[in-house]
């Protein structure tokens, strides 16, 4: 249901551009957001975007760096990022969430992708 896609290996100042795929079915009217985790902590919110990408917020250590955005007539969201630096090291998920809300904790979310892996060397 949820196809995240664009991790890999980059040296740190460097972009990617993360993609989540999810089935109409799936994503129709919901929010979107992205999560990451490192071995060992607890998956922390990245960015979120509503249903309409009027609201997205960011957390504060990815501010002015990434961007999300959504394709709604492909149903794919986005993660920009920019300027990447080694903490930003992690498996990185897209998920759906119950609502419409662009929600910053985990909990409102419903349905999760597979994660991919980005790699940030210093």
């Known amino acids: 249901q949820l196809q995240a896609s664009g991790g890999g290996f980059v040296q740190a100042g460097g972009s990617l551009r993360l993609s989540c795929t999810a089935s109409?079915?799936?994503?129709?009217?919901?929010?979107v957001g992205w999560f990451r985790q490192v071995p060992g902590k607890e998956r922390e919110f990245v960015a979120a975007i509503s249903y309409r990408g009027i609201t997205t917020p960011y957390a504060d250590s990815v501010k002015g760096r990434f961007t999300i955005s959504r394709d709604v007539a492909t149903n794919t969201v986005y993660l920009q990022m920019n300027s990447l630096k080694p903490e930003d090291t992690a498996v990185y998920y897209c998920?759906?969430?119950?609502?419409?809300?662009?929600?910053?904790?985990?909990?409102?979310?419903?349905?999760w992708g597979q994660g991919t892996l980005v790699t940030v060397s210093s």
């Open positions: 109409r079915r799936t994503a129709s009217n919901n929010a």
């Open positions: 998920a759906v969430a119950r609502g419409s809300i662009a929600a910053e904790s985990s909990s409102l979310y419903q349905y």
